[in-house]
């Protein structure tokens, strides 16, 4: 069932309130800057350098973001934002510096905007999957669709009060004013408090956690579906603020101030389309919603690419910041559905990997197709690959992911073993018998394939299904963890959506006992035969298969 709640009820809660406000501050400094850094690059640089401003931020999220996913999955998610919001500060203070010094060249500025990047890259997936838990899940939409307001807001307002800044004192004051903006945002991080869980198991290392996130993404068909179209959307939604600089110079005869009422215009269309999100996606799923407004967003391109009037090119921009924020809010949404909040983080870091990769290779694609050809082929086949994310919808679908409750099950214990095992012994090797009636095989064998994709999402390895050649009403299930703890974390991570297909493979069991498991651990041969009988401790490499049930 699609929530009910509010736009704007996420905004009674304190702590979300005070974040969302300060960060609409960031939000504005960020659009000053960005207006500052886009214009001044048309000065000193290309038509191709000028798109690659928004490369250069877009491109360090595509690199980094995985990583950033990881450590807020597994460290302090507001110190890592506490980090990435001071790192980005002294870069803006460095990058205002330079231009009052008279030092900036093209690949200077983006270099530091490049360094800016890395601290978005860092801040946003500990900073969205802190909002799951400062909401409650079913004002979870409302409060991402509400983050994606309050940059739309400022960017509706920025852009213009960033050409103002540019035309009166210069670039190097949007820089001075952008880098003021982190003050209050770093004041109310210092000043939380969360709540941290008990930590029960170690930290997982960083390329460990890294693997698993990709991992569990790429074996979750509702997340996967949302990346491919993130990618794609990505590409082809680009070239609207890629070209906007060379669109408000070229297209319309403007200055900085005309660039900064463009970015506003699409900034108020955002904020339109955020604030009618939420009863658009009470009325329509999740993919029709966004067919609509991609749909849209082609057509706004397609206006543009053709617009020599003022007038009608800020009605496109308006259309488009509607579509883009409606289309991208339903993609985060779809994601933080789909993920529990043990990997959550690295779900939508691999969401805004996909998106802003996408973002960073299509405004070199359209500044380079702009330079060479013109504006009006680059927007075209702008149109045209959102064409093809629009026709992806028929094979990718997006879910609605409101029904999954991926709270942990909270029902698995560690058991006890006669072999003494460290959390590094292994590899654990585990086998699950079945009895099963001939006519419930097919069913059987269509849940254990569910099974499959479970198990090796949440970190098993090498997982078969086998069949008793004796008693062919006996099925093995096999699976094996590198670790005793790996095996720990394995199991501790069902859900109770997972739940469903393990009573469903139970209810099919027809054995008086529960199916029997057997857990072992792999031994090689090779060692002094007695240890066989006398070592008792697992935490070294071991020897001779051994099972503990």
């Not at 500060?89 to 008279?102: H, I």
């Not at 003021?180 to 941290?196: A, C, D, I, M, T």
Request: glycine share 8%.
């Amino acid at each position: 069932m699609v929530s009910k709640a509010s736009p704007l009820s996420p905004l009674k809660i304190p702590l979300f309130r005070a974040i969302w406000i300060t960060s609409l501050v960031t939000n504005f400094g960020g659009l000053i800057q960005s207006v500052g850094a886009s214009w001044i690059m048309t000065s000193i640089g290309t038509t191709q350098t000028t798109a690659l401003v928004q490369a250069s931020v877009s491109l360090p999220i595509m690199l980094l973001s995985l990583a950033a996913g990881a450590l807020a999955d597994t460290m302090d998610r507001r110190k890592i934002m506490l980090a990435a919001q001071t790192f980005m500060l002294l870069v803006s203070v460095g990058l205002a510096f330079l231009t009052y010094q008279g030092w900036l060249t093209p690949w200077v500025l983006l270099s530091f905007t490049f360094l800016i990047g890395c601290g978005v890259a860092f801040n946003g997936p500990a900073w969205q999957a802190s909002v799951g838990d400062i909401v409650p899940r079913e004002e979870l939409a409302s409060a991402i669709t509400l983050n994606s307001m309050g940059f739309n807001l400022a960017r509706s307002l920025g852009p213009a009060l960033g050409g103002a800044v540019v035309a009166i004192a210069g670039a190097a004051a949007s820089f001075a004013v952008n880098a003021v903006s982190y003050l209050g945002l770093l004041l109310v991080l210092f000043r939380w408090k969360p709540e941290r869980p008990q930590r029960t198991l170690p930290r997982e290392g960083l390329l460990h956690a890294m693997a698993g996130g990709l991992r569990y993404a790429l074996l979750s068909p509702r997340i996967v579906a949302v990346l491919i179209r993130a990618l794609i959307f990505g590409i082809g939604a680009s070239a609207v603020q890629a070209l906007m600089p060379v669109i408000a110079r070229h297209e319309v005869g403007g200055g900085p101030l005309i660039y900064g009422i463009l970015l506003g215009s699409f900034g108020v269309g955002a904020v339109g389309g955020a604030l009618f999100v939420t009863p658009l996606r009470e009325r329509f799923k999740s993919e029709t919603l966004v067919r609509i407004w991609i749909s849209t967003f082609a057509i706004s391109a397609l206006v543009l690419a053709f617009s020599p009037f003022l007038p009608l090119t800020i009605l496109a921009l308006l259309l488009g910041g509607a579509s883009w924020v409606i289309v991208l809010s339903t993609f985060n949404v779809t994601v933080q559905m789909s993920a529990p909040r043990w990997v959550v983080a690295r779900a939508l870091a691999l969401y805004q990997m996909c998106a802003f990769g996408g973002m960073a290779a299509g405004a070199w694609l359209w500044g380079t197709l702009a330079q060479n050809f013109s504006i009006t082929l680059a927007l075209g086949i702008s149109a045209a690959v959102l064409a093809v994310c629009l026709l992806l919808g028929l094979r990718l679908p997006l879910a609605n992911g409101e029904e999954l409750n991926l709270a942990p099950l909270d029902r698995w214990k560690e058991p006890d073993t006669e072999l003494h095992l460290e959390p590094r012994s292994g590899p654990i090797i585990v086998s699950i018998a079945y009895r099963i009636d001939d006519e419930d095989v097919p069913e059987f064998v269509r849940l254990m394939d569910e099974r499959r994709r479970i198990r090796r999402r949440d970190g098993a390895h090498q997982w078969r299904l086998m069949r008793d050649l004796a008693d062919p009403n006996i099925w093995v299930e096999k699976y094996q963890t590198a670790t005793w703890l790996d095996y720990v974390r394995h199991n501790q991570r069902m859900t109770h959506d997972d739940a469903r297909i393990t009573q469903a493979i139970r209810a099919l069991h027809r054995g008086e006992d529960k199916p029997e498991v057997h857990r072992m651990i792999q031994r090689a041969t090779g060692m002094v035969s007695q240890h066989l009988h006398t070592d008792r401790s697992y935490g070294e490499p071991l020897t001779d298969p051994t099972r503990a049930s």
